[in-house]
């Protein structure tokens, strides 16, 4: 899974299709365009309008040989939309250049490039775009042609206005970049993310499904397996009189009674019915924990019931992402626990609460507030590289199963059991992290009834 999710944070650089950069040129140059007629036409600004239209013309051939040379498919890789970026930017800067530099309102489009890149592409390429930016813009500075009316008058702004324009183009690149990369680095993590979880739910999905299907297989198979030993020991009546033939037959009886006893085990394993969808708390509870029982911490499982809460252990629903959920709670709490992992239980008419406590380290202060974001590194010192280089600490897991578990109406928080401050020898027992699960019982606990009645045992 985690290189699934590598493999599509590599790939957003090249979500950017060819044909959408190509469409906004064609909306650029249509502006310019008429920004060009309108100066020219009504409001007598005497420049070269063949000079501007060549390079007016310099984003039609570009734009025509795109659309000529590729198809409308076609997803540029990072370096070609860098480049593509780095074009439009000179297109610009170069008609700028010939109708008054940052004297021109229209100067302020020169961000939209810088822009584009801090939004679809890495940092390394945006930062390239923007420096050709900044460096372009200090040229217009000192290298441009005036605007002049027809009648001779020069239309400049003040050096002060002209410098303050500067910084402030200068600073947008800067912000506008850093904000726009801000921004689309968390909406592709939270893509990727949720990609993530929809592989983990689907994959728990397909794991309760496999028992009903091996149920069903059970039962459809059961029939042309009674026919096979049923023919097969007629058949080896019949032979008494052929030995050899007639061991044949008792061999197929035979492996039809072993087909018989493995789909039956394979049933009883995974049989669809009312017990895979509704089970005590804490043996669903056990049941997630199961697979990290044996890797050298000790987990406890503790059951109470709270004030308001019936003596009664409640039967929840046994929801596949819960399952997985609490799983990714309990190997996190395992994996920075220094002995003990304690697994909390306890209940009342209107919730249910679960809580996963361990005796480590605990969350940092510091990101205590952000615990359940996408790859967010949340409890791993360089300490806890040097003995855990294997664990990649990105918060994925805590996402998921924070995502998981309020598909199922949960609220989580997470906390730490004891101040960071605090020596080794000064922790109390559970002085690590702890995560609380609530559920509204409405959501989560099985009616009364849901398991069936009991029925009478005959022979």
């Known amino acids: 899974m985690t290189a699934t999710v590598h493999s599509t944070r590599q790939s957003h650089s090249e979500w950017v299709r060819l044909r959408t950069l190509v469409n906004l040129r064609w909306a650029a140059v249509f502006g310019q365009i008429v920004a060009i007629g309108a100066a020219w036409v009504y409001f007598d600004i005497a420049f070269d309008v063949t000079l501007c239209l060549l390079i007016v013309g310099a984003t039609v051939v570009a734009n025509l040989l795109a659309m000529l040379q590729f198809p409308e498919n076609r997803r540029l890789s990072e370096t070609e939309a860098m480049l593509t970026l780095v074009f439009d930017t000179a297109q610009l800067s170069l008609l700028l250049a010939v109708t008054g530099g940052l004297d021109n309102p229209f100067a302020l489009l020169i961000l939209a490039p810088t822009t584009i890149a801090a939004t679809a592409l890495h940092t390394r390429p945006t930062l390239i775009v923007g420096f050709v930016t900044i460096v372009l813009v200090t040229l217009l500075a000192f290298f441009n042609e005036p605007l002049v009316l027809r009648d001779g008058t020069v239309l400049a702004v003040p050096q002060i206005f002209e410098f303050g324009l500067w910084i402030a183009i ?173 697994v909390e239980a306890e209940w009342t008419d209107d919730s249910v609460t679960v809580r996963v406590v361990d005796d480590g380290p605990g969350y940092p202060a510091g990101v205590l507030g952000r615990i359940g974001d996408p790859f967010l590194s949340a409890r791993k010192g360089d300490a806890d590289r040097g003995k855990r280089p294997e664990y990649e600490g990105m918060g994925l897991g805590l996402f998921i199963a924070k995502t998981l578990l309020e598909r199922t109406g949960a609220t989580l928080s997470f906390a730490n059991g004891t101040a960071p401050f605090l020596r080794g020898t000064e922790y109390p027992g559970r002085s690590g992290a702890v995560v609380e699960v609530v559920w509204p019982a409405g959501r989560i606990v099985a009616p009364d009834g849901a398991l069936g009645e009991n029925q009478p045992i005959t022979r």
Request: with cysteine; net charge neutral; glycine share 8%.
């Open 170 to 342: 200068v600073i947008g690149v800067v912000f506008l970049g850093l904000y726009a990369r801000r921004v689309s680095s968390e909406i592709h993590s939270m893509g990727d993310a949720l990609f993530a979880t929809q592989m983990a739910l689907s994959r728990e999905q397909k794991l309760t499904d496999l028992g009903g299907v091996v149920a069903a297989a059970a039962h459809e198979l059961g029939t042309p397996l009674a026919t096979i030993k049923l023919v097969s020991t007629e058949l080896a009546d019949e032979l008494g009189d052929r030995p050899e033939l007639r061991e044949d037959a008792l061999l197929i009886r035979q492996q039809a009674d072993r087909c018989r006893d493995i789909l039956r085990g394979m049933g009883r394993a995974g049989k669809d019915d009312k017990h895979l969808r509704v089970a005590p708390l804490m043996a669903v509870l056990r049941e997630a924990a199961e697979p990290h029982v044996g890797r050298g911490k000790t987990i406890l499982f503790e059951a109470a019931p709270a004030v308001g809460g019936g003596e009664r252990q409640p039967s929840i629903i046994r929801y596949p992402e819960l399952i997985h959920a609490l799983r990714n709670l309990v190997q996190n709490a395992v994996d920075f626990a220094r002995e003990t992992v304690w």
